[in-house]
């Protein structure tokens, strides 16, 4: 990955509830009598890296813990701690060649081993069926990564399969030469037919496992997402969405910030029903909508990048997939036939 992505750290996560009976005691004593493993030491890292929170909010390592707190508490996992195993899991491979392999992913593959994920990934996939990919920066858990997407995100992935292409490639993305597309749906009518939208993503200083958006710019990265309605269907719009930078959950959270959370995601507000009619007809009608697409409607519809060794600009294109198809289909039925 290049350093304009931002590179997600593996965490190790653990809750501890205090006891009613609990007696003040600082929150690095009470994690290190209630935890196995960790040192003092690493306990009071997290302490310094933010990663210790009491119910919700972030403490220091002095914190006197209290009957029935909630404590939270996330480790740095360094990567020699993951172990890479080879696994026969089918890749819809659309481009290959000695250079460069272009991936269409499908919905609920992780792209990369982390915590609670060791197997079943992308790059467990990638590590069987090709020998010898490039680890990037060293790190031996993400080999012939240049970028990612998310887990419930589907669509197209170049991932580069010698040190030459992935020097290459990863520039391309510093540079912001690399062409990506994503088609999602939205909730709620967009004013403008095209527009953009900017603003610092970064870690949520109350809940870390996802991203927000810091408009004073006193925090987090800036990002750009530039985007044109497709279609307008009721209560939702199809978008796409071009990105300028390659941020976490970037169009996701950028979309929750202008307030047009994307369809379905649980993880920022897309999946109440948040536009629309009180008609009990019309609650049923999202929900079954819901249940088509259990994931964010989010799909990486298209790829365009320099190769790296000829220099010609290649093109790639991948079809919305079925779950996408089918609530695009339900909304147009329902903006014709409208009753509810």
Request: hydrophobic share 30%.
């Amino acid at each position: 990955m290049s350093e304009e992505q931002d590179i997600e750290e593996l965490y190790e996560h653990h809750k501890v509830v205090a006891d009613k009976g609990q007696e003040p005691l600082r929150v690095d004593k009470f994690l290190l009598n209630r935890l196995e493993g960790p040192s003092r030491n690493k306990i009071q890292q997290s302490a310094v890296q933010g990663l210790i929170q009491v119910n919700g909010k972030i403490v220091k390592s002095n914190y006197k813990v209290k009957p029935n707190d909630e404590v939270y508490v996330m480790f740095s996992l360094p990567p020699s701690e993951i172990e890479l195993i080879p696994q026969d899991i089918p890749i819809n491979i659309v481009y290959e060649d000695y250079d460069v392999v272009v991936v269409n992913k499908e919905a609920g593959m992780v792209v990369h081993p982390g915590y609670g994920n060791y197997k079943g990934t992308l790059v467990n996939a990638l590590t069987f069926h090709f020998n010898n990919l490039p680890h990037n920066k060293g790190n031996p858990t993400r080999p012939g990564l240049v970028h990612r997407i998310d887990k419930n995100t589907t669509g197209l992935m170049v991932i580069a399969k010698n040190e030459h292409a992935m020097t290459h490639l990863s520039k391309q993305f510093f540079d912001r030469t690399v062409d990506r597309r994503y088609n999602a749906l939205v909730w709620g009518d967009l004013k403008e037919e095209e527009g953009s939208i900017e603003g610092n993503i970064g870690r949520s200083l109350k809940n870390r496992k996802v991203m927000t958006v810091f408009p004073e710019g006193d925090y987090g990265k800036y990002a750009k997402t530039n985007y044109k309605v497709l279609e307008r269907l009721s209560y939702i719009s199809l978008l796409e969405c071009k990105l300028e930078t390659g941020r976490t959950h970037q169009i996701r959270v950028h979309f929750q910030h202008i307030k047009h959370p994307l369809f379905n995601d649980f993880e920022y507000g897309g999946d109440k029903i948040l536009k629309g009619t009180t008609f009990s007809k019309y609650k049923q009608f999202v929900e079954n909508c819901f249940r088509l697409i259990p994931r964010q409607s989010l799909h990486a519809k298209s790829l365009c990048f320099k190769h790296p060794k000829t220099g010609k600009w290649l093109s790639f294109e991948s079809d919305l997939p079925s779950d996408m198809l089918d609530v695009i289909e339900k909304w147009r039925s329902y903006s014709k036939h409208k009753k509810y």
